[in-house]
T-cell receptor, first 119, second 112 residues
Framework: DTGVSQNPRHKITKRGQNVTFRCDPI?????LYWYRQTLGQGPEFLTY????????KSRLLSDRFSAERPKGSFSTLEIQRTEQGDSAMYLC?????????????????FGPGTRLTVL | AQSVTQLGSHVSVSEGALVLLRCNYS??????LFWYVQYPNQGLQLLLK??????LVKGINGFEAEFKKSETSFHLTKPSAHMSDAAEYFC??????????FGTGTSLTVIP
C-alpha cells in the first residue's frame, strides 16, 4: 500500500505527558500537512511542509506543539504537556510537487489519523 | 479569506432516493473546491474536485457536484443512495494559501 500512513492509530495519555505522532506521506509527494479534527467538526489546519521546510503554521499550533520533517520524507508532530483539550484526531495529508497551475494546493491525500485521548 | 458552510449536519435518505448535500463557499479568489468522504475511524477520501474546468464534476461512487458561481455553491448529489454511502461528507475550499478550509461536515444516513 503506497498511501499515507500514520502511527500510532490510537494514543491514550495522562494530562501533562508528552506524545509524538508519525506520518509517512506518499513517497513522491513533497508537500505534507497536519490537521486536527474534533468530534463533530471538520479538519482544522495546523501546519504545512514543503520538503523539509515548514512554511505555514496555524495560530492553533501553540508553543506546546512542534512539527518536524527533517529529511523531507516522514514527519513527526509532538505535543508537550498534553491537556484534555488536545484530545482529537490528528490527520496527516500529502500532495504532489507543483500542484495546480496557480500554485495552489491540489488534491490532498489523507492518512487514517491518530486518535489522541488525554485523561 | 476562504470558508465553506455545509447546511444540514445530518441528512437521512431512503435507499434508492436522491442524495443532496449542500455546500456554500466564500472565497476572495476563484475557488478550488473539493468533496471528501470519511468513514468511521478512517481518514478522508477524495470524492471529486472542481479546479476551474468543467462546472459539472463527476466523482467516484456515482457522486457529482455542480459549481455555481452565482450562488456560491458546490452541492453534492447522487441519483440513488446505497447503504454503503452512509458516512460523513466534508466540503473544502483551497484558497490563496496551501491549506484547505473544511466545512463542519454532513452525516448521511441511508434508511433501508
Amino acid at each position: 500500500d503506497t498511501g499515507v500512513s500514520q502511527n500510532p492509530r490510537h494514543k491514550i495519555t495522562k494530562r501533562g505527558q508528552n506524545v509524538t505522532f508519525r506520518c509517512d506521506p506518499i513517497s513522491e509527494h513533497n508537500r505534507l500537512y497536519w490537521y486536527r479534527q474534533t468530534l463533530g467538526q471538520g479538519p482544522e489546519f495546523l501546519t504545512y511542509f514543503q520538503n523539509e521546510a515548514q512554511l505555514e503554521k496555524s495560530r492553533l499550533l501553540s508553543d506546546r506543539f512542534s512539527a518536524e520533517r527533517p529529511k523531507g520524507s516522514f514527519s513527526t508532530l509532538e505535543i508537550q504537556r498534553t491537556e484534555q483539550g488536545d484530545s482529537a484526531m490528528y490527520l496527516c495529508a500529502s500532495s504532489p510537487q507543483g500542484g495546480l497551475a496557480s500554485g495552489r494546493s491540489d488534491t490532498q491525500y489523507f492518512g487514517p489519523g491518530t486518535r489522541l485521548t488525554v485523561l | 479569506a476562504q470558508s465553506v458552510t455545509q447546511l444540514g449536519s445530518h441528512v437521512s435518505v431512503s435507499e434508492g432516493a436522491l442524495v443532496l448535500l449542500r455546500c456554500n463557499y466564500s472565497s476572495s479568489v476563484p475557488p478550488y473546491l473539493f468533496w471528501y468522504v470519511q468513514y468511521p475511524n478512517q481518514g478522508l477520501q477524495l470524492l471529486l474536485k472542481y479546479t476551474s474546468a468543467a462546472t459539472l464534476v463527476k466523482g467516484i461512487n456515482g457522486f457529482e457536484a455542480e459549481f455555481k458561481k452565482s450562488e456560491t455553491s458546490f452541492h453534492l448529489t447522487k441519483p440513488s443512495a446505497h447503504m454503503s454511502d452512509a458516512a460523513e461528507y466534508f466540503c473544502a475550499v483551497s484558497g490563496t494559501g496551501n491549506q484547505f478550509y473544511f466545512g463542519t461536515g454532513t452525516s448521511l444516513t441511508v434508511i433501508p
